[in-house]
């Protein structure tokens, strides 16, 4: 959060896209639909079951970078987007 505050718009925007590029994949995102949308038991299962029992390493993992997949900010400026 804090390294957050000083990071341009597009490194932010760099930064969603790799956390959420990640989350998607893993098995709380789905049990959060699960628990609030399709059960409406608002009862999840979360793997692991506690925020003090993720691993370090896991919360890097959401950060790191993507490669080649990794998002890039459009270019706006660019001659294909004039639409006068």
Request: glycine letters at 8%; one cysteine or more.
């Amino acid at each position: 959060m804090r390294t957050g505050a000083g990071l341009s718009f597009d490194a932010c925007m760099q930064t969603e896209f790799r956390i959420v590029s990640r989350i998607v994949h893993g098995h709380d995102f789905y049990e959060g639909v699960r628990a609030v949308i399709v059960d409406k038991d608002n009862a999840p299962r979360w793997r692991p079951a506690t925020l003090a029992q993720v691993p370090d390493e896991e919360i890097e993992r959401h950060f790191a970078p993507l490669g080649n997949d990794d998002w890039v900010a459009p270019n706006l400026d660019g001659p294909n987007l004039d639409r006068a």
